[in-house]
Structure formats: C-alpha cells, structure tokens
C-alpha cells in the first residue's frame, strides 16, 4: 500500500487538514475552527479527534509518513510558532513538538506562504522549476521563494516576507505591523479596499461604488464593479497592478526567477490585475531580466492548495 502524508494549514479563524497521496490526490479533508481554544493543547486535542477517523480509514498511522503543518510565522528550523498576530495564542508556541507527541509522527512545520510554494513545486506549475516566487494576494500578501531548488529560509527560518517589503516610502500604514507603505498595504484584496475608499474621496467622480455602504465596499465589489466598466474601479486594479509589478520587478532583480506564481482570491480578477501587473514589473526591469520571467496564475485548487502546500513538506521528512 502506498505511503501518505498529512497536511495541516492553520489560518487566524479556520484549520484546513487532509490526508493527501503522492500525485497530490486529497483522499480525506475537513476543517475547524481555530478560535475558542485558549490553551494550544485543547486546539491540538481536536484536530487530533477529527484527524482520527480518517487515519483509521486508510489503514492506520502505519500508512503515514508524515505530517506537514502551514502556519503563520511558523519557523521551519525550530518547529515553533513565533508571535503570530492573527493566532490566538501568544509568544513563541512549540507546536510541532506538541503534535508529534500528541499524534505519535514525525511533524514538520513552515510558515502559510512557504507552505504554498512547496505544494506548487510538488504538485502545481512550478514542477520541475528551480527558481521561482510563489506570492500569495489573499487579505495579506504572502512570499515563498525558491533558488537553486531549495526554499529560502534565511539564517532564522523567516525569510521571503516580500509582503512586508517598502514599496512606497512613507505610504499607507499597516495596522498589523505598524510600519508604512508594504506592498501588502496595497496589493492585498485589504488594500484594494483601501485603494478604492481612497479615489472616491479623492473627487466625485460617479462610480458604482459610491453606492455601497463603506463597511461593505470590499475587493469583490470593486471587481464587480469594474466587470461592468466602472472607470473609477478599474483605475484601482491599474494602481494595484501598478504597484504589484513596481515590487516584483525588486525582486526578480533579486532571484532572478524563471516564473512569478500568483495564487489567492485578488487572482480571481483576472486580466483586470495580471495586465497592469506584467506591464509594470518590465517597466521597471533593467534590460538584462525583460521578458523573461513569466507570471502564472497557480492552478492549484485553492479549496485543497493549503492541504496540499503543507502535505508536501512532509515528503521531505526522513
């Protein structure tokens, strides 16, 4: 019987698991909820109960190889989760260590981002590549980079954070990390929100958004909006993609990849956000880089791509 590995991907309010095969086959999923569990051993307690029935369904822990864990600011050198502002535990959590003990195999843990490019070189476009920047445009941005084949860690285990890079000096502040103008204050479906508030104030330029209530004015609606041709809301994808291709053109410099793989909800624009995107990141090139680096979009289910992502950690496990 073939080997299995578990993945395990922890967000601020939900927990994803799943028992995955070796061409990327979710066989099992479910998810939780990681809020309401004051103490991390009551969270692992749980997910320990619903992982559970699926590892008796396959056969038993003896068909597991593994269990891979995605997590923010999840550190791959120590097994530790280190003052995640989204989690509700605080400080430094050693969670790998707790779920070896509590599952009885061997667990190994990085943070959300990072977790996602292993999954697209495992299982997604990035296959066989050796150099590429998997970014995630969810309500943060998040950054995997791969050089020479191998994922970036940096000497602590918390490199590749491209989210929270300056983009534009002295730019919009960042409620989370109290520093201005990152690239994830503005190409996060968060930032597009900002954006769009921004240019109504802006002037009184008629725009379709102006007829939705500011609490509800999110990245979903400027697209809407922008489908059915409002200027104003295309004007924001042009200033996101505008941004977003300033800081990728920073860091193909950097890595000099063979793609740029784009994944998460603000992908679902399509065109609207990858045109001004690409167009932006050649301006900014110096002639040695132009028109060499493609931008994908990953096509990676993104319902199974955080299961996946963590999962393909543990392939890796000795």
């Not at 050649?282 to 299961?307: C, G, M, P, R």
Request: hydrophobic share 40%; charged share 20%.
């Amino acid at each position: 019987m073939d080997t299995l590995v578990i993945g395990i991907d922890i967000g601020g309010t939900g927990t994803k698991f799943g028992i995955v095969d070796r061409n990327g086959n979710v066989l099992f999923s479910s998810e939780m909820s990681t809020r309401g569990y004051d103490e991390v051993a009551d969270y692992i307690e749980t997910l320990y109960n619903n992982l559970l029935p699926f590892i008796e369904q396959i056969g038993g822990k003896g068909r597991i190889k593994g269990i891979g864990v995605g997590a923010p600011n999840g550190n791959y050198y120590t097994g530790t989760v280190e003052y995640a502002p989204n989690l509700p535990w605080k400080g430094i959590i050693p969670l790998a260590k707790m779920m070896q003990d509590k599952f009885g195999l061997p667990v190994v843990l990085t943070n959300d981002a990072n977790a996602a490019a292993i999954g697209e070189m495992t299982y997604g476009c990035a296959k066989g590549m050796q150099d590429f920047i998997m970014i995630t445009l969810g309500t943060g941005v998040g950054s995997g980079i791969v050089a020479n084949g191998k994922l970036i860690y940096g000497h602590d285990g918390f490199a590749g954070e491209l989210g929270h890079t300056v983009t534009i000096p002295d730019g919009r502040y960042h409620p989370g990390t109290g520093k201005k103008g990152s690239l994830e204050s503005y190409a996060s479906a968060t930032g597009v929100k900002y954006t769009a508030i921004e240019f109504l104030d802006r002037d009184d330029t008629p725009s379709l958004l102006r007829d939705i209530p500011r609490e509800q004015l999110d990245s979903k609606a400027v697209f809407d909006a922008a489908m059915q041709g409002d200027a104003l809301a295309k004007e924001v994808f042009e200033f996101t993609g505008k941004v977003l291709g300033m800081a990728l053109a920073n860091a193909v410099m950097f890595s000099s990849p063979e793609a740029i793989v784009l994944f998460g909800g603000l992908t679902k624009a399509g065109e609207l956000i990858l045109k001004p995107t690409k167009e932006h990141m050649e301006a900014n090139l110096i002639q040695i880089f132009q028109n060499k680096v493609k931008i994908l979009v990953s096509h990676l289910k993104e319902s199974d791509a955080a299961i996946l992502g963590a999962s393909a950690l543990a392939w890796e496990l000795q």
